[in-house]
């Protein structure tokens, strides 16, 4: 596995190609905004017919990246569902699967916008956790030094061979570090929108998922 090394506040951190943040000093995977259950809540309010395997999709991708880490805690950084209450209608053998990741680590649901929390799984369920003097929680702050969050999905648009590509990507400066969604079946906001280029600082970087994740400066216009 690929991944990007880098430092932030001190702690010395890997951005996975999946879009998971890992920090080994600390033994810990970090997800953000998986959204399980997107395609049942949009076929029951009559919105678009997706077909229903993106909690699966997702599990699998954690699955893999804890097999390659071994870490041995788990920080999911609010809106893990994608509406409060599916965790209840999840299928028995992804409610199994999930219990089966859980066994012998320790595991965080962050309280997200979207979900306050999936209180019928195990785990512990938190607003926000502070861990080795980085703050976790679903929606940055403005006032925030070393917080690591969610919420935005940030993507970066790029221009390659004249053709224009969309990433997800981490966004990191010297105070704050958004997440990318890790969902399957998951949006974004492109790094360009004023919201984001008014809450990272003028040297912030865009750190791409993929193969092969790499840093460029946060793009601020459009490519």
């Not at 070393?146 to 970066?156: C, F, L, N, Q």
């Given at each position: 596995m690929t991944a990007y090394a880098f430092q932030f506040q001190g702690a010395a951190l890997k951005a996975l190609p999946s879009g998971a943040l890992f920090w080994p000093a600390q033994d810990t995977l970090v997800v953000s905004d998986l959204h399980f259950g997107k395609s049942a809540r949009l076929a029951a309010v009559g919105g678009a017919q997706l077909p229903p395997?993106?909690?699966?999709?997702?599990?699998e991708?954690?699955?893999?990246?804890?097999?390659?880490?071994?870490?041995?805690?788990?920080?999911?950084l609010g809106d893990s569902f994608d509406a409060p209450g599916l965790d209840a209608f999840l299928h028995e053998d992804e409610r199994l699967w999930i219990t089966k990741l859980q066994a012998g680590r320790s595991w965080v649901w962050i309280e997200g916008n979207h979900d306050p929390g999936p209180v019928a799984l195990?785990?512990?369920h938190l607003a926000e956790l502070v861990l080795g003097g980085l703050q976790f929680r679903h929606i940055a702050t403005p006032q925030a030094?070393?917080?690591?969050?969610?919420?935005?999905?940030?993507?970066?648009?790029?221009s390659l061979r004249g053709r224009s590509l969309s990433r997800p990507c981490f966004l990191v400066d010297h105070v704050?570090?958004?997440?990318?969604?890790?969902?399957a079946y998951t949006g974004g906001m492109r790094s360009d929108d004023p919201l984001l280029c008014d809450l990272m600082?003028?040297?912030a970087k865009a750190i791409l998922t993929g193969a092969t994740p790499a840093a460029i400066p946060m793009p601020r216009g459009v490519a």
């Open positions: 395997y993106e909690t699966r999709a997702t599990l991708r954690l699955e893999a990246d804890l097999s390659t880490t071994s870490a041995r805690r788990v920080i999911c195990g785990g512990e030094v070393g917080e690591v969050s969610g919420h935005y999905h940030p993507k970066a648009r790029l704050r570090l958004l997440m990318p969604a890790y969902g600082a003028p040297d």
